[in-house]
């Protein structure tokens, strides 16, 4: 494979930006190559600067559902920008928007917009501190949510890859109200109620952990969750960043049946524009300001481009009959492939993980047994065969309507020969 452009590229990057990248994620460190410069992408395939193709299933972490540009989207935008990129002031769009999100998710009685699943879940926990009155959350090992200071512990995704799992630059003090519990572990959780009872405004989860690999919650994790925050008077927040219109319309929660309390989004949600949202119930979200006395705000917040990006996208996810069945099958054809071939595969819907490891993964602890070099090696070698995934063993992969059937042959036909290298 021919990566001389994206060698000059990235030589250019590194003396400019951090790691020559903007999201540490996007860097090929820990697959033993330098990452490659993308030209452009259309349904299901990215191209790159030396004109490699490749199947994409990293669907820029997740947004793409309809696969790369996908024209009823770029037809609406390009259509609203002619009126005006940002306003700082009200428009409809926000309304129809904001409507969707409470249409499909049922626990969300009122909604703000954002712009990244960072300041969702940020902006998510601080009104949950403020309608409690309580400083103290729970957080999950390998859990990630973005990268706001007081959440930047025992964190998944960038942080696991870069094996660690605490940022620098954090005052102590920022973190000293994080506890933190193990995912798919009740007692965990219940040990810190039992010792903090009346300290814990909420428990912040992924509902199905995604930045750690694919962790599904097991049977009643979630339920458990539900019970033990209304027992205690905390409230339950799901950072559905990934999972929220992925999974189904309703995320996690029409999935599992679990409700939270306040509800982070992102990606989905913008249709690939910077869109973000938190919401929840009435009263919690009556304390965020100007109603209330949680302070939050955003120049670019529910601007016109990414709404009507975010709209748009959940205007097709309505209007596609059997989306979500269509997803499951074209992701347990790639599931089916990944265990013919061996591997030790964890998925949710359209999420998938191979972990190289013997261990059922189930949390932070067995997921970190994944072998770092035999995902390198997994990794590209379905790069050299013109299959995208993500440079790392701790993300998931991302299937997309825009897959076609001869996309996912051809990815199993590839998976089922990497058992045989
Ligand atoms: N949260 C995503 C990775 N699991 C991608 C965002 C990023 O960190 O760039």
Redesign the pocket.
Known sequence: MKTNRSNELYKRAVKLMPGGVN?P??AFKNVGRDPLFIDHAKGSHIYDSDGNKFIDYVCS?GPDIFGHAYPPIIEAVKKICEKGLTFGACHEGEIILAQKIISHFPSVQMVRLVNSGTEAVMSAIRAARGFTGRDKIIKFEGC?HGHCDSLLVKGG??LLTGSVPDSAGVPKSFTEHTLIARFNDENSVAELFEKYPDEIACIIVEPCAA?MGVIPPKSGFLQYLREVSDRYGSLLIFDEVITGFRLSDGGTQKFYGVNADLTALGKIVGGGMPLAAYGGRREVMECVSPLGSVYQAGTLSGNPVAVTSGITTINAIENTPNIYDELEKRSAKLEAAMLGAGLNVNRAGSLLTAFFTDKTVTDYESACTSDRNKYSEYFNFLLENGIYTAPSKF?AMFVSLAHSDEDIERTCRVIEKFKNV
């Open positions: 999201s994620v996007r972490w990630y995704s960038g930045n993300e």
